[in-house]
């Protein structure tokens, strides 16, 4: 490596796209930024020794209240954009749950609110989770 390079950080995260059976999608409002008070998906970092799987089922917990084993999440791909983050270079892999009307939610951790919202008329959403979740709905 050359005096000029430099070495990107890359940072590790994991999405869930909770959906119901009535076609509705759980959303957070974000307490921090970047994008405080706007809605995105439940998630975060991928902790030491954890797998993104193990992370997305505990950050749906400690965010959502919702409760899902590891192996009820469903992959739907890795979103890599060098953009997506404003705070750097961040990889997530997202997943899917579906759940039935009446889930009951609770807000925690890192979000100010959690809400369903309907899939056919979404607030405007932070980051690339738009994407996510039109790739999570297309694939079923």
């Known amino acids: 490596m050359s005096d000029h390079e430099t070495i990107e950080t890359i940072r590790y995260t994991a999405d869930v796209v909770v959906t119901t059976t009535d076609g509705y999608v759980l959303l957070i409002q974000r307490r921090w930024e970047p994008f405080v008070g706007q809605w995105a998906l439940p998630g975060g970092h991928v902790d030491q020794g954890e797998t993104s799987r193990a992370a997305a089922a505990r950050e749906l917990a400690e965010e959502a209240g919702v409760y899902a084993t590891q192996e009820e999440l469903e992959p739907v791909g890795t979103f890599d954009r060098p953009d997506r983050d404003p705070r750097g270079r961040y990889v997530t892999v997202a997943y899917r749950l579906t759940v039935l009307p009446g889930t009951n939610v609770e807000a925690g951790d890192d979000a100010a609110a959690v809400e ?25």
């Open 116 to 140: 369903w919202w309907p899939l056919s008329d979404l607030p405007p959403i932070a980051f690339d989770h738009a994407d996510i979740i039109s790739a999570a709905t297309a694939s079923k």
